[in-house]
């Protein structure tokens, strides 16, 4: 399955779970937008079957956190590998050397 059915078929079913909830459809595409990844918006799709927040500021929150986790996560990795790039060159020098 391609990557933009699969982002649309988790995109319906985290509206689905929204609107189960008694929330307005128009909060599970703004998640759903927000949160970017199917991966993302399965974590939300669990949290919501399983806490089964009653304030649309509870999901919001969690929005917010999923979101704030998956962009530390990418900054580490960024990191690791401009660290490992710049230990190369320590190690090996920029190449220009004769």
Do not use: H
């Not at 649309?8 to 609107?19: D, F, G, M």
């Amino acid at each position: 399955m391609d990557e933009q059915k699969i982002w649309n078929r988790t995109c319906k079913e985290l509206v689905s779970e929204i609107i189960a909830l008694g929330f307005p459809e128009e909060l599970g595409y703004a998640a759903a937008k927000y949160l970017g990844s199917p991966r993302a918006m399965e974590r939300m799709i669990s949290y919501l079957k399983y806490v089964k927040p009653k304030k649309a500021e509870m999901v919001a929150d969690e929005m917010l956190a999923i979101r704030s986790e998956i962009d530390a996560w990418k900054e580490k990795k960024a990191s690791e590998q401009a660290n490992a790039a710049y230990n190369e060159m320590l190690n090996n020098g920029l190449g220009t050397e004769e």
